[in-house]
Nanobody, 123 residues
Framework: QVQLVESGGGSVQAGGSLRLSCAAS????????MGWFRQAPGKEREGVAA???????SYADSVKGRVTISQAKEKKTTYLEINSLKPENSGMYYC?????????????????WGQGTQVAVSS
């Protein structure tokens, strides 16, 4: 059974940092691109960052320079570190796994999803 379990969300003040984690199980972790997505209330889900099989990364323009995606393959865990948090970064953060070619931040391409972890940034 495939599972993606996010953790690390919470309530923080603007300017703070968070490190989100996504623990994977039930599939061949090293064969999947991993992505992080954010959905704010009433808004479309949007891609935040992705990490490909070779470790190459990509980021949404809105978070470049403030976000780092990384992974510990031996732990089958993907991380998202967000610095200099802003209120507009609030939302539910989901990690997802994509078995297809290419590693893009298009949610439609991803096969598996976690339940999400909530991030609330206050000004």
């Amino acid at each position: 059974q495939v599972q993606l379990v996010e953790s690390g969300g919470g309530s923080v003040q603007a300017g703070g940092s968070l490190r989100l984690s996504c623990a994977a199980s039930g599939y061949t972790y090293s064969s999947y691109c991993m992505g992080w997505f954010r959905q704010a209330p009433g808004k479309e889900r949007e891609g935040v960052a992705a990490i490909d099989l070779d470790g190459s990364t990509s980021y949404a323009d809105s978070v470049k320079g403030r976000v780092t995606i990384s992974q510990a393959k031996e732990k089958k865990t993907t991380y998202l570190e967000i610095n200099s948090l802003k209120p507009e970064n609030s939302g539910m953060y989901y990690c997802a796994a994509d078995s297809g070619w290419g590693c893009v931040m298009d949610g439609a391409e991803y096969d598996y999803w976690g339940q999400g972890t909530q991030v609330a940034v206050s000004s």
